[in-house]
Nanobody, 119 residues
């Protein structure tokens, strides 16, 4: 059974920092691309940051220079370091694990963790 368990969300003032963690089990973590998405009321879910199995990263323009995604394959965990937080970063953040093969697309989600940034 695949599980992605997020932690680290909470309430923080604008300008503050949070570090999200996502612990994975039930998958061969090292071969999966991992991503963080967020969803806030009235908006579509958006990709915040992603990291491939090889370590390449990409970020939404809105978080470049403020957020950093990283992974620890030994601990089956992906992180999202969020600095200089803004009220518009308020959302539920979801961890995603994805792996595409010629025949199957494996795609798993965590339950989400709330991040609230006060002004």
């Amino acid at each position: 059974q695949v599980q992605l368990v997020e932690s680290g969300g909470g309430l923080v003032q604008a300008g503050g920092s949070l570090r999200l963690s996502c612990a994975a089990s039930g998958i061969i973590f090292s071969i999966y691309s991992m991503g963080w998405y967020r969803h806030s009321p009235g908006k579509q879910r958006e990709l915040v940051a992603a990291i491939t199995s090889g370590g390449s990263t990409n970020y939404a323009d809105s978080v470049k220079g403020r957020f950093t995604i990283s992974r620890d394959n030994a601990k089956n965990t992906v992180f999202l370091q969020m600095n200089s937080l803004k009220p518009e970063d308020t959302a539920v953040y979801y961890c995603n694990a994805a792996k595409e093969t010629p025949s199957v697309f494996y795609n798993y989600w965590g339950q989400g963790t709330q991040v609230t940034v006060s002004s």
